[in-house]
């Protein structure tokens, strides 16, 4: 899709102000453009079903708190409460009243050839789009991924850090052109790890299994909260690492992302899983309820902004 036809929100926070999106512009030269020193982040904002002059931001505390953590790899000191105030005010300045995505970034903002984070200016910048599913709600089909999640030794995976996500990128390309909706990487030690950029989880004999930190995944806040959400449906939560041949026997797989919400996994290589995933359907409808602000026990996960 071409830059002209994405529904981009109509202001951006860009160099410390908020400006029109069409005027927040990098110079070609940026360091975080040529080397990946930059670290992103990504939430949705959803229109209140009880109030249209409100927006709900989910878990916005969490996102700014990973992203600053994610900014210290780079050598850059972005406290979470100014990324949080932020965010806050570019929803109200947008005004937006339809499903829309979030992305702040921090990035290397300077001139520089060198590769490195020491003596190089810093900054930080927002911008959003219209946003509806990402993935197919009804379910996807995946394969597994020739390319292997990279290792925390070399890259500091619980950051969202651009670099990496050359890997998923090739993933993701390599199963849409042999015809499958999404990738589903391995680690180096051949255990599954997660898809393109999202976390995976597994339902085998009535328990929810996912992979757990030390597999090399990123520490996702949908993750965490489904699995939150699933200890207090009484559903029995087990973090482990995860073979590739159980995705094939397993009685549901689903993954979990801010962009994908949680989309069901109806096929991966040439196994077909079966149709009914209650347990997939029954933490899906749970979250969406609690995104759309209406699970009295999870209010405090939400931030409603007022557009007025």
């Known amino acids: 899709m071409s830059s002209n036809k994405i529904p981009f929100l109509p202001y951006a926070y860009f160099e410390s102000k908020f400006v029109p999106f069409d005027d927040a512009k990098l110079s070609v030269a940026t360091h975080a453009l040529h080397y990946g020193t930059a670290a992103f982040g990504g939430l949705r904002g959803t229109p209140d079903p009880e109030n249209s002059d409100r927006v709900l931001l989910f878990r916005l505390d969490r996102h700014s708190k990973r992203l600053s953590q994610s900014a210290k790899y780079l050598n850059f000191d972005l406290p979470a409460d100014k990324i949080y105030q932020i965010i806050l005010d570019f929803v109200k300045i947008n005004k937006c009243r339809v499903p829309f995505y979030i992305r702040p ?15 190089i200016e810093k900054d ?25 999640r990279q290792e925390d030794r070399s890259l500091p995976l619980r950051g969202k850090i651009s670099a990496a996500y050359i ?22 030690q051949g255990k599954i790890c997660e ?114």
């Open 167 to 188: 890997t998923s990128a090739l993933a993701k390309t390599e199963a849409v052109e042999s015809g499958f909706d999404e990738a589903i990487l391995m680690n180096t």
């Open 124 to 148: 930080f910048l927002v911008y959003g789009l219209q946003m509806g599913d990402y993935l197919d709600e009804n379910g996807v089909k995946c394969r597994i991924s020739s390319w292997y």
């Open 105 to 119: 970034l921090a990035y290397s903002s300077g001139l520089g050839i060198a590769p490195r984070l020491h003596n």
């Open 195 to 308: 898809a393109t950029g999202m976390n995976i989880f597994v339902v085998r004999n009535g328990q929810l299994i996912t992979p757990g930190f030390d597999q090399d995944i990123l520490e996702g806040i949908t993750r965490d909260s489904i699995l939150t959400v699933a200890r207090d449906l009484g559903i029995p939560v087990v973090e482990r690492p995860v073979d590739k041949t159980e995705l094939f026997v397993a009685d549901e797989v689903f993954l979990s992302g801010t962009a994908a919400k949680i989309t069901p996994v109806k096929q991966i290589e040439t196994f077909v899983l079966p149709q009914e995933k209650p347990i997939t359907q029954k933490l899906k409808e749970k979250l969406t309820a609690i995104v759309n602000n209406q699970v009295p026990e999870y209010r405090d996960w939400i931030t409603a902004v007022p557009l007025e």
